[in-house]
Protein backbone atom coordinates (compact mmCIF):
# COMPACT_ATOMS: atom_id res chain seq x y z
CA UNK A 1 0.00 0.00 0.00
CA UNK A 2 1.31 3.40 -1.07
CA UNK A 3 -0.10 6.82 0.56
CA UNK A 4 0.31 9.44 -1.92
CA UNK A 5 1.50 12.84 0.19
CA UNK A 6 0.83 16.19 -1.90
CA UNK A 7 3.38 18.91 -1.48
CA UNK A 8 2.87 22.38 -2.35
CA UNK A 9 5.41 25.00 -3.20
CA UNK A 10 4.66 27.89 -1.05
CA UNK A 11 6.28 30.22 -4.40
CA UNK A 12 8.06 32.17 -2.06
CA UNK A 13 11.95 31.82 -2.74
CA UNK A 14 14.61 32.28 -0.25
CA UNK A 15 16.02 35.73 -0.32
CA UNK A 16 19.75 35.73 -1.58
CA UNK A 17 22.20 37.18 1.10
CA UNK A 18 24.97 39.52 -0.60
CA UNK A 19 28.00 41.12 0.55
CA UNK A 20 29.24 45.07 0.64
CA UNK A 21 32.23 46.33 1.44
CA UNK A 22 33.81 50.11 1.70
CA UNK A 23 37.30 50.34 0.81
CA UNK A 24 39.42 53.75 0.71
CA UNK A 25 42.19 55.25 -1.36
CA UNK A 26 44.35 58.47 -1.41
CA UNK A 27 43.10 60.80 -4.54
CA UNK A 28 45.36 63.87 -4.13
CA UNK A 29 44.09 65.83 -1.29
CA UNK A 30 40.78 64.14 -1.76
CA UNK A 31 39.99 60.40 -0.43
CA UNK A 32 38.38 57.94 -2.31
CA UNK A 33 35.30 55.98 -1.01
CA UNK A 34 34.10 52.97 -2.88
CA UNK A 35 31.32 50.72 -2.17
CA UNK A 36 31.17 47.55 -3.54
CA UNK A 37 29.00 44.12 -3.38
CA UNK A 38 29.05 40.82 -4.65
CA UNK A 39 27.89 37.07 -3.48
CA UNK A 40 31.45 36.05 -2.51
CA UNK A 41 32.95 38.25 0.21
CA UNK A 42 36.14 36.98 -0.47
CA UNK A 43 35.98 37.23 -3.71
CA UNK A 44 35.78 41.08 -3.34
CA UNK A 45 38.64 41.03 -0.81
CA UNK A 46 40.77 38.98 -3.58
CA UNK A 47 39.67 41.46 -5.96
CA UNK A 48 40.78 44.73 -3.78
CA UNK A 49 43.85 42.73 -2.50
CA UNK A 50 45.38 42.35 -6.42
CA UNK A 51 43.85 45.56 -8.08
CA UNK A 52 43.74 48.25 -5.43
CA UNK A 53 46.90 46.86 -2.88
CA UNK A 54 47.39 50.58 -1.72
CA UNK A 55 43.51 50.57 -0.18
CA UNK A 56 42.09 50.56 3.16
CA UNK A 57 39.46 48.19 4.10
CA UNK A 58 36.76 49.73 6.09
CA UNK A 59 33.58 48.26 7.14
CA UNK A 60 31.63 44.99 5.30
CA UNK A 61 27.97 44.24 5.68
CA UNK A 62 25.73 41.82 4.66
CA UNK A 63 22.38 42.61 3.03
CA UNK A 64 19.63 41.03 0.90
CA UNK A 65 17.05 43.17 -1.80
CA UNK A 66 13.87 43.96 -0.41
CA UNK A 67 11.22 43.19 -3.09
CA UNK A 68 10.59 44.72 -5.75
CA UNK A 69 13.71 46.77 -5.43
CA UNK A 70 16.15 45.66 -7.92
CA UNK A 71 18.69 47.68 -7.01
CA UNK A 72 20.23 49.59 -3.76
CA UNK A 73 20.66 53.01 -3.59
CA UNK A 74 23.33 55.07 -0.85
CA UNK A 75 20.91 57.97 0.79
CA UNK A 76 23.65 60.52 0.98
CA UNK A 77 21.16 62.88 2.18
CA UNK A 78 20.52 60.99 5.33
CA UNK A 79 20.37 63.15 8.83
CA UNK A 80 23.63 62.94 10.72
CA UNK A 81 23.99 62.22 14.59
CA UNK A 82 27.40 63.71 14.59
CA UNK A 83 28.38 67.17 12.85
CA UNK A 84 30.76 67.53 9.96
CA UNK A 85 30.97 70.92 8.83
CA UNK A 86 33.93 71.03 6.70
CA UNK A 87 33.50 68.08 4.69
CA UNK A 88 32.41 67.25 1.41
CA UNK A 89 30.64 63.87 -0.29
CA UNK A 90 30.58 63.79 -3.92
CA UNK A 91 29.32 60.86 -5.38
CA UNK A 92 30.76 59.93 -8.87
CA UNK A 93 27.16 58.66 -10.00
CA UNK A 94 23.73 59.78 -9.64
CA UNK A 95 21.45 58.12 -8.62
CA UNK A 96 24.42 56.18 -6.86
CA UNK A 97 22.68 52.76 -6.90
CA UNK A 98 24.31 48.93 -7.76
CA UNK A 99 21.83 46.94 -9.72
CA UNK A 100 21.15 43.04 -8.03
CA UNK A 101 21.73 42.18 -12.17
CA UNK A 102 25.29 43.70 -12.13
CA UNK A 103 25.58 42.56 -8.91
CA UNK A 104 25.09 38.86 -9.70
CA UNK A 105 27.57 39.24 -12.82
CA UNK A 106 30.62 39.81 -10.91
CA UNK A 107 33.13 36.64 -11.54
CA UNK A 108 31.92 35.57 -14.94
CA UNK A 109 34.61 35.89 -17.85
CA UNK A 110 33.71 38.79 -18.90
CA UNK A 111 32.72 40.56 -15.89
CA UNK A 112 36.23 40.82 -13.84
CA UNK A 113 35.67 43.66 -11.87
CA UNK A 114 32.62 44.07 -9.39
CA UNK A 115 30.17 46.52 -9.61
CA UNK A 116 30.77 49.85 -7.59
CA UNK A 117 29.76 53.44 -6.56
CA UNK A 118 32.86 55.93 -5.93
CA UNK A 119 32.51 58.73 -3.91
CA UNK A 120 35.16 61.84 -3.27
CA UNK A 121 35.90 62.88 0.25
CA UNK A 122 37.21 66.01 1.42
CA UNK A 123 38.14 67.92 4.17
CA UNK A 124 38.38 71.37 4.68
CA UNK A 125 41.04 72.75 6.90
CA UNK A 126 38.72 74.25 9.59
CA UNK A 127 36.51 71.12 9.33
CA UNK A 128 35.44 68.89 12.16
CA UNK A 129 38.62 66.73 13.03
CA UNK A 130 36.90 63.47 12.38
CA UNK A 131 34.04 62.84 10.07
CA UNK A 132 31.71 59.78 10.97
CA UNK A 133 29.18 60.08 8.30
CA UNK A 134 26.24 56.88 8.20
CA UNK A 135 25.00 56.47 5.14
CA UNK A 136 21.38 53.91 4.76
CA UNK A 137 21.08 51.77 2.07
CA UNK A 138 17.64 51.78 0.58
CA UNK A 139 16.43 48.63 -1.69
CA UNK A 140 17.37 45.97 1.40
CA UNK A 141 15.50 43.94 3.80
CA UNK A 142 16.82 44.93 6.66
CA UNK A 143 18.05 48.43 7.59
CA UNK A 144 21.89 49.07 7.19
CA UNK A 145 24.34 52.16 6.88
CA UNK A 146 27.82 52.08 5.78
CA UNK A 147 29.72 54.36 7.96
CA UNK A 148 32.52 56.81 6.09
CA UNK A 149 35.06 57.18 8.98
CA UNK A 150 37.69 59.88 7.95
CA UNK A 151 40.62 62.39 9.74
CA UNK A 152 41.30 65.35 8.35
CA UNK A 153 44.40 66.01 6.95
CA UNK A 154 47.65 68.14 7.98
CA UNK A 155 50.54 68.21 5.12
CA UNK A 156 53.69 70.76 5.08
CA UNK A 157 56.35 70.01 3.60
CA UNK A 158 59.34 72.51 3.05
CA UNK A 159 59.76 74.21 -0.72
CA UNK A 160 63.45 75.68 -0.99
CA UNK A 161 63.69 78.75 -2.49
CA UNK A 162 65.16 79.43 -5.97
CA UNK A 163 68.65 79.75 -6.23
CA UNK A 164 69.49 81.26 -9.68
CA UNK A 165 69.94 84.78 -9.73
CA UNK A 166 68.41 85.94 -12.51
CA UNK A 167 65.30 84.42 -11.59
CA UNK A 168 62.67 87.34 -11.98
CA UNK A 169 60.49 87.78 -8.15
CA UNK A 170 57.45 85.87 -9.33
CA UNK A 171 59.43 82.77 -9.63
CA UNK A 172 59.60 82.91 -5.61
CA UNK A 173 55.94 82.30 -5.34
CA UNK A 174 54.73 79.17 -4.48
CA UNK A 175 50.99 76.99 -5.38
CA UNK A 176 49.23 76.72 -2.21
CA UNK A 177 47.28 73.85 -2.51
CA UNK A 178 43.02 74.93 -1.71
CA UNK A 179 43.72 72.67 1.44
CA UNK A 180 44.97 75.53 3.07
CA UNK A 181 44.47 78.49 1.00
CA UNK A 182 41.35 77.92 -1.11
CA UNK A 183 43.45 78.11 -4.15
CA UNK A 184 45.23 81.20 -3.43
CA UNK A 185 48.85 81.68 -3.68
CA UNK A 186 51.22 82.19 -0.96
CA UNK A 187 54.63 84.50 -1.47
CA UNK A 188 57.80 83.69 0.16
CA UNK A 189 58.70 86.79 2.39
CA UNK A 190 62.11 86.27 2.49
CA UNK A 191 65.25 84.18 1.55
CA UNK A 192 64.65 81.50 4.26
CA UNK A 193 62.74 78.18 3.41
CA UNK A 194 59.24 78.55 3.77
CA UNK A 195 56.81 75.72 4.78
CA UNK A 196 53.35 75.39 2.97
CA UNK A 197 50.68 72.75 2.93
CA UNK A 198 50.83 70.56 -0.10
CA UNK A 199 49.62 67.32 -0.91
CA UNK A 200 52.11 64.10 -0.41
CA UNK A 201 52.06 60.20 -0.94
CA UNK A 202 54.83 58.58 0.42
CA UNK A 203 54.62 54.82 0.74
CA UNK A 204 58.56 53.76 1.43
CA UNK A 205 61.47 55.46 2.12
CA UNK A 206 64.38 53.40 0.77
CA UNK A 207 63.80 50.09 2.48
CA UNK A 208 61.01 51.28 5.21
CA UNK A 209 57.73 49.79 4.96
CA UNK A 210 55.66 52.85 6.31
CA UNK A 211 52.43 50.29 6.27
CA UNK A 212 54.16 47.55 8.42
CA UNK A 213 55.32 49.98 10.80
CA UNK A 214 52.16 51.52 11.56
CA UNK A 215 50.53 47.81 12.01
CA UNK A 216 53.21 47.23 14.62
CA UNK A 217 52.70 50.36 16.38
CA UNK A 218 48.82 49.66 16.86
CA UNK A 219 49.31 46.05 17.39
CA UNK A 220 51.65 47.49 20.61
CA UNK A 221 48.44 49.79 21.86
CA UNK A 222 45.74 47.26 21.29
CA UNK A 223 47.94 44.62 23.44
CA UNK A 224 48.38 47.09 25.88
CA UNK A 225 45.22 48.68 26.22
CA UNK A 226 43.86 47.11 29.48
CA UNK A 227 47.03 48.01 31.03
CA UNK A 228 47.58 51.33 29.82
CA UNK A 229 43.97 52.24 30.34
CA UNK A 230 44.18 51.62 33.57
CA UNK A 231 47.38 53.51 34.33
CA UNK A 232 45.72 56.82 32.71
CA UNK A 233 42.71 56.67 34.24
CA UNK A 234 43.52 58.39 36.99
CA UNK A 235 45.55 61.13 35.43
CA UNK A 236 43.24 61.58 32.20
CA UNK A 237 42.36 65.16 32.50
CA UNK A 238 45.75 65.88 32.89
CA UNK A 239 47.01 63.75 29.89
CA UNK A 240 44.23 65.27 27.60
CA UNK A 241 45.23 68.84 28.61
CA UNK A 242 48.98 68.06 27.24
CA UNK A 243 47.63 66.25 24.11
CA UNK A 244 45.75 69.06 23.47
CA UNK A 245 48.43 71.76 23.49
CA UNK A 246 49.90 69.49 20.97
CA UNK A 247 46.75 69.20 18.77
CA UNK A 248 46.54 65.63 19.25
CA UNK A 249 43.47 65.34 20.23
CA UNK A 250 40.39 67.85 19.63
CA UNK A 251 38.62 69.95 22.11
CA UNK A 252 35.77 67.81 22.75
CA UNK A 253 38.15 64.78 23.75
CA UNK A 254 40.04 67.47 25.94
CA UNK A 255 36.54 67.97 27.69
CA UNK A 256 35.29 64.87 28.15
CA UNK A 257 38.46 62.77 28.04
CA UNK A 258 38.79 58.47 27.98
CA UNK A 259 41.49 56.33 27.22
CA UNK A 260 40.10 55.00 24.04
CA UNK A 261 39.19 57.90 22.64
CA UNK A 262 42.66 59.19 23.21
CA UNK A 263 43.86 55.99 21.61
CA UNK A 264 41.39 56.55 18.61
CA UNK A 265 42.94 59.60 17.90
CA UNK A 266 46.57 58.58 17.83
CA UNK A 267 45.66 55.55 15.47
CA UNK A 268 42.81 57.64 13.65
CA UNK A 269 45.58 60.21 12.56
CA UNK A 270 48.90 57.94 12.21
CA UNK A 271 46.70 56.17 9.38
CA UNK A 272 46.62 58.90 7.23
CA UNK A 273 50.28 59.86 7.58
CA UNK A 274 52.59 58.58 4.27
CA UNK A 275 56.23 59.21 5.63
CA UNK A 276 58.86 57.51 7.68
CA UNK A 277 59.25 61.65 8.97
CA UNK A 278 55.69 62.16 9.79
CA UNK A 279 55.38 58.89 11.45
CA UNK A 280 58.45 59.61 13.42
CA UNK A 281 57.45 63.25 14.49
CA UNK A 282 53.70 62.00 15.18
CA UNK A 283 55.00 59.60 17.70
CA UNK A 284 57.27 61.55 19.14
CA UNK A 285 54.61 64.47 20.22
CA UNK A 286 52.68 61.59 21.48
CA UNK A 287 55.27 59.87 23.73
CA UNK A 288 56.43 64.03 24.59
CA UNK A 289 53.01 65.30 25.66
CA UNK A 290 52.73 61.50 28.04
CA UNK A 291 55.72 62.65 29.51
CA UNK A 292 55.58 65.75 30.39
CA UNK A 293 52.92 64.78 32.79
CA UNK A 294 55.36 63.51 34.73
CA UNK A 295 55.21 60.72 37.70
CA UNK A 296 53.59 57.23 36.36
CA UNK A 297 52.74 58.79 33.04
CA UNK A 298 56.13 59.65 32.83
CA UNK A 299 56.58 55.75 33.29
CA UNK A 300 54.51 54.58 30.89
CA UNK A 301 56.08 56.70 27.99
CA UNK A 302 59.12 55.51 28.90
CA UNK A 303 57.74 52.06 28.66
CA UNK A 304 55.77 52.56 25.36
CA UNK A 305 58.69 54.09 23.68
CA UNK A 306 60.45 50.89 24.74
CA UNK A 307 58.00 48.44 23.65
CA UNK A 308 57.51 50.17 20.33
CA UNK A 309 61.04 49.96 19.77
CA UNK A 310 60.96 46.67 20.14
CA UNK A 311 58.66 45.71 17.93
CA UNK A 312 60.05 47.94 15.02
CA UNK A 313 63.37 46.41 15.69
CA UNK A 314 66.17 48.77 17.03
CA UNK A 315 66.91 51.67 14.82
CA UNK A 316 63.72 51.90 12.57
CA UNK A 317 62.23 54.42 13.75
CA UNK A 318 64.12 57.24 15.87
CA UNK A 319 62.37 57.75 19.38
CA UNK A 320 65.59 57.99 21.33
CA UNK A 321 64.85 61.58 21.55
CA UNK A 322 61.33 61.46 22.04
CA UNK A 323 60.58 60.80 25.99
CA UNK A 324 61.63 64.25 27.28
CA UNK A 325 60.09 66.98 29.61
CA UNK A 326 57.93 69.45 27.60
CA UNK A 327 57.70 73.03 28.57
CA UNK A 328 54.64 74.30 27.88
CA UNK A 329 53.08 78.02 28.31
CA UNK A 330 52.05 77.37 31.61
CA UNK A 331 55.55 76.03 32.74
Not at 234 to 244: E, Y
Not at 251 to 257: L, M, R
Not at 268 to 294: P, Q, R
Amino acid sequence: CFILIEVQSTGVKKAVTYAGLVYYEEDGVEDLVTFTAAKNLEALVNYIEQKHSQAKDGPDISFSFKLPYDYIELNLTAQQDEPFNGWILRPHTKPTRLYQEAIDKFGDKEHSRPSCCLISVYGSPDAVPFLNYFIPLEGVARPVSLNIHRARRNFTVTVPPSTNPTTSSSSNVHESTALSTGGAIAPSSSGNDETIPVPTKRRREGSFDIKTAKKKIKQVMVENNTDFAGLLQFSLVHVANKLFEVHMIPPEVQQSPTYDAIATCFLSMMNILDSKSDLEEHCMTFLEALSSVGGPIERVAKRLQEKWTAALQEGTLQFEQSVKRVRTNDE
